[in-house]
Nanobody, 116 residues
Framework: QVQLVGSGGGLVQAGGSLRLSCAAS????????MGWYRQAPGKQRELVAT???????NYADSVKGRFTISRDNAKNTVYLQMNSLKPEDTAVYYC??????????WGKGTLVTVSS
């Protein structure tokens, strides 16, 4: 089992920045990809960004050029630096991990609110 604890959400004005963190514990040796998804009110959960153990990254088109995902394997932590935030980025952000057998794990979610 893998446990994920996300943090760093909050309220920010449009154009501002936030950094989310997600710390993994448990069977961390089994983790391959980590990342973030988000779910806005009334919408489906969507991918924001992921990063593999080898640091290959994948971003949603809507955040490319504004968000940067990074990973500290020594600390078992993944970060999401979010710049130039827009009101449409408002959502609950969920930390995510996939282990080498393909099992998905989710954190509890952290709320990001971007005011216009």
């Amino acid at each position: 089992q893998v446990q994920l604890v996300g943090s760093g959400g909050g309220l920010v004005q449009a154009g501002g920045s936030l950094r989310l963190s997600c710390a993994a514990s448990g069977m961390i040796f089994s983790i391959n990809a980590m990342g973030w998804y988000r779910q806005a009110p009334g919408k489906q959960r969507e991918l924001v960004a992921t990063i593999t153990k080898g640091r290959s990254t994948n971003y949603a088109d809507s955040v490319k050029g504004r968000f940067t995902i990074s990973r500290d394997n020594a600390k078992n932590t993944v970060y999401l630096q979010m710049n130039s935030l827009k009101p449409e980025d408002t959502a609950v952000y969920y930390c995510y991990a996939k282990d080498i057998t393909g099992v998905d794990y989710w954190g509890k979610g952290t709320l990001v609110t971007v005011s216009s």
